[in-house]
């Protein structure tokens, strides 16, 4: 499955810099706005450590991980839904990506251009939000009369009943967008499963990223910008990080790499972090397929069957599944090969109906 974070921000706010960090890009970060106006896209692997473990253990030729697309889009400027600052062309960049990382400057430095006054993370964040919502309410406002036009000459009872629903609950994300309360057309896009409201853009799920300086590294936690951010968003959606230590970091090799963390006192890497907390916050899960060729993480939502993950790895494996061999990655983690799995009967058979679950390993048995 495709899985796209766009990164969004005021001009100059590291968005760029962090996009090359992440995808060990050369995309221009230069210091002036709208450097980036073609939306730049790179595909980086999902770390994790138990794919290379599964490889040991099955003697895998070749290791396939889980992959996440990062989308650096063109700075966003106040008037951006009405089209300033090429903005109609940026927002359709963002109704594509399925996470938006919102990039907030947490540091001084007279040097960096800024044209929007003082530093303030938060007002940068509502600049962008509000041009969102307005580019959504342009969007409901042409949908609900066609809306009207369509449940009065449907004639299908189960249609009408559909588009009732849908008209509804576009006209609450109406009010709330009126109201300037993203958090409630978060919740009606969560709550639906209709595609009209999927395509609102301030419905879809966020990050933070807290660019910090370099001096705030060790001491991020007293800098008030930071602190601002996490009162507003919560600890677990703000990922605090230098973006541009964290570039310098990614173009090293990686002896020099963790030399240099190591001087820094950084554990982990944030671009790490940010991978992760991306592809946690789509509610995703991996599974895997391992044999002697390749070990393979498949990234799936929560909560699917094995008949639909088996359609993640080819569609003829849903359309003739017949059972699966399951086992999770932790029981051979113990018992060290799939012989003593057998051996000691931690491998099942499961029907069409098991719900996947995250680190299982799949054999998928099917007939076309």
């Given at each position: 499955m495709g899985i796209k974070a766009g990164l969004v921000g005021l001009p100059n706010v590291g968005k760029s810099t962090l996009f090359n960090a992440l995808t060990k890009s050369s995309v221009p970060a230069e210091n002036y706005p709208f450097c980036t106006i073609d939306p730049h896209i790179a595909i980086t692997e999902v770390p994790d450590e138990r794919l290379d473990k599964l490889a040991t253990i099955f003697g895998s030729k070749k290791i396939i991980p889980a992959t996440v697309t990062f989308v650096d889009i063109a700075g966003l400027v106040k008037g951006a839904a009405s089209g300033e600052g090429l903005g109609n062309q940026f927002l359709s960049h963002i109704r594509e990506v399925d996470l938006i990382i919102h990039v907030l400057r947490c540091f001084q430095d007279e040097n960096i251009v800024r044209t929007q006054g003082p530093i303030d993370p938060i007002s940068d964040y509502e600049t962008i939000t509000a041009e969102l919502m307005l580019?959504?309410?342009?969007?409901?406002?042409?949908?609900?009369?066609?809306?009207?036009?369509?449940?009065?000459?449907?004639?299908?009872?189960?249609?009408?009943k559909k588009?009732?629903?849908?008209?509804?609950?576009?006209?609450?994300?109406?009010?709330?967008?009126?109201?300037?309360?993203?958090?409630?057309?978060?919740?009606?896009?969560?709550?639906?499963?209709?595609?009209?409201?999927?395509?609102?853009?301030?419905?879809?799920?966020?990050?933070?990223?807290?660019?910090?300086?370099?001096?705030?590294?060790?001491?991020?936690?007293?800098?008030?910008?930071?602190?601002?951010?996490?009162?507003?968003?919560?600890?677990?959606?703000?990922?605090?990080?230098?973006?541009?230590?964290?570039?310098?970091?990614?173009?090293?090799?990686?002896?020099?790499?963790?030399?240099?963390?190591?001087?820094?006192?950084?554990?982990?890497?944030?671009?790490?972090?940010?991978?992760?907390?991306?592809?946690?916050?789509?509610?995703?899960?991996?599974?895997?397929?391992?044999?002697?060729?390749?070990?393979?993480?498949?990234?799936?939502?929560?909560?699917?069957?094995?008949?639909?993950?088996?359609?993640?790895?080819?569609?003829?494996?849903?359309?003739?599944?017949?059972?699966?061999?399951?086992?999770?990655?932790?029981?051979?983690?113990?018992?060290?090969?799939?012989s003593k799995l057998k051996d000691q009967g931690r491998i099942r058979t499961e029907g069409q109906d098991y719900i996947v679950q995250d680190g299982d390993l799949l054999n998928i048995r099917f007939n076309v």
């Open positions: 580019k959504d309410l342009e969007s409901i406002e042409k949908r609900l009369p066609k809306l009207e036009k369509m449940i009065k000459t449907e004639t299908n009872a189960a249609e009408q588009l009732k629903t849908e008209f509804d609950l576009l006209s609450a994300a109406k009010v709330a967008l009126n109201a300037g309360d993203d958090k409630t057309v978060k919740k009606l896009v969560r709550s639906s499963n209709n595609p009209e409201m999927l395509t609102l853009l301030s419905g879809k799920n966020i990050l933070i990223v807290a660019n910090i300086s370099e001096t705030d590294i060790d001491t991020y936690k007293d800098n008030p910008y930071y602190q601002k951010i996490v009162h507003t968003f919560g600890p677990e959606a703000v990922i605090p990080i230098c973006v541009k230590t964290e570039s310098e970091i990614a173009q090293l090799p990686e002896q020099e790499a963790r030399e240099m963390m190591s001087m820094l006192g950084i554990q982990h890497r944030g671009l790490d972090t940010i991978i992760i907390k991306s592809y946690a916050n789509l509610g995703l899960i991996t599974f895997f397929t391992c044999g002697p060729k390749e070990a393979h993480a498949w990234p799936i939502h929560k909560g699917i069957t094995v008949r639909k993950a088996a359609g993640e790895i080819h569609s003829d494996l849903e359309r003739g599944f017949i059972c699966a061999e399951v086992f999770n990655c932790k029981d051979i983690f113990e018992l060290g090969s799939e």
